[in-house]
């Protein structure tokens, strides 16, 4: 229980409070102790990937033995990951091959992993016609739901509701060309709404965050909040 809590805690407080006070000492001393932390943090999040890419994997191979709906998409997962890997280390493997057969690599190969490959490398162009469609089409469905949850809060059943309805029309009507031609008033009005109103609440909602992470991070170093050893408490 001392090693799985009491450590923990002990290695949060001690990195918190001194990370935190590095910033009021303007002294080389604490700019070489975080770039040793810094590099420690990129360590660390090289493990957390690894942890993660055996979470994806399990949670996948689970869904495959038992069947469950879906379950065929688990293997697309399974074939994306190993094709995809295989062609961004290809130009390693055939580094490695070349050297073994003392041989050259052939750069117009449209599988090689070279920019200089006047057909590109397969592995961009996996990147570029497979993921962003991938990512596209996921934000193009997204677009329904963020039009169908519009229309439900620009209903006009309050003043506030009102009153956002009437900046909504007004930013969409000056973002397009016919908003200029109306009236030049209707493009200032617009800046004027997006500079002057909704920065402030743009303001006032990152200050609420600052100050929610500033208590959730003392919260932390202090040992108050636990959650992040798990298990409970």
Same mark, same amino acid.
């Given at each position: 229980?001392?090693?799985?809590?009491?450590?923990?805690?002990?290695?949060?407080?001690?990195?918190?409070?001194?990370?935190?006070? !590095?910033?009021?000492?303007?002294?080389?001393?604490?700019?070489?102790?975080?770039?040793?932390?810094?590099?420690?943090? !990129?360590?660390?999040?090289?493990?957390?990937?690894?942890?993660?890419?055996?979470?994806?994997?399990?949670?996948?191979?689970?869904?495959?033995?038992?069947?469950?709906?879906?379950?065929?998409?688990?293997?697309?997962?399974?074939?994306?990951?190993?094709?995809?890997?295989?062609?961004?280390?290809?130009?390693?493997?055939?580094?490695?091959?070349?050297?073994?057969?003392?041989?050259?690599?052939?750069?117009?190969?449209?599988?090689?992993?070279?920019?200089?490959?006047?057909?590109?490398?397969?592995?961009?162009?996996?990147?570029?016609?497979?993921?962003?469609?991938?990512?596209?089409?996921?934000?193009?469905?997204?677009?329904?739901?963020?039009?169908?949850?519009?229309?439900?809060?620009?209903?006009? !059943?309050?003043?506030?509701?009102?009153?956002?309805?009437?900046?909504?029309?007004?930013?969409?009507?000056?973002?397009?060309?016919?908003?200029?031609?109306?009236?030049?008033?209707?493009?200032?009005?617009?800046?004027?709404?997006?500079?002057?109103?909704?920065?402030?609440?743009?303001?006032?909602?990152?200050?609420?965050?600052?100050?929610?992470?500033?208590?959730?991070?003392?919260?932390?170093?202090?040992?108050?909040?636990?959650?992040?050893?798990?298990?409970?408490?």
């Amino acid at each position: 229980m001392f090693v799985k809590r009491t450590i923990p805690l002990i290695i949060a407080f001690i990195l918190g409070i001194t990370l935190a006070l !590095r910033y009021y000492i303007p002294h080389q001393i604490g700019e070489d102790y975080l770039t040793i932390w810094s590099k420690w943090a !990129r360590i660390i999040g090289g493990f957390a990937i690894v942890l993660g890419l055996y979470s994806l994997f399990h949670l996948h191979l689970a869904k495959i033995k038992r069947k469950m709906p879906g379950w065929g998409y688990s293997i697309i997962v399974f074939l994306g990951f190993a094709v995809t890997i295989f062609l961004g280390l290809i130009r390693e493997i055939e580094i490695f091959i070349g050297i073994i057969l003392g041989k050259s690599i052939d750069l117009s190969s449209p599988f090689a992993s070279y920019e200089a490959s006047p057909f590109g490398s397969a592995y961009d162009w996996i990147y570029q016609y497979i993921f962003n469609a991938c990512g596209a089409t996921m934000f193009s469905i997204l677009a329904f739901f963020i039009a169908s949850a519009a229309y439900r809060t620009f209903r006009a !059943r309050s003043r506030e509701a009102t009153i956002l309805l009437i900046a909504a029309i007004i930013i969409m009507v000056a973002r397009v060309p016919i908003g200029g031609l109306i009236s030049s008033f209707i493009p200032e009005l617009a800046d004027w709404i997006m500079e002057v109103p909704n920065m402030a609440a743009k303001r006032g909602i990152l200050l609420g965050i600052c100050l929610g992470s500033i208590a959730t991070s003392l919260r932390v170093i202090f040992g108050i909040e636990r959650s992040y050893l798990g298990g409970g408490e």
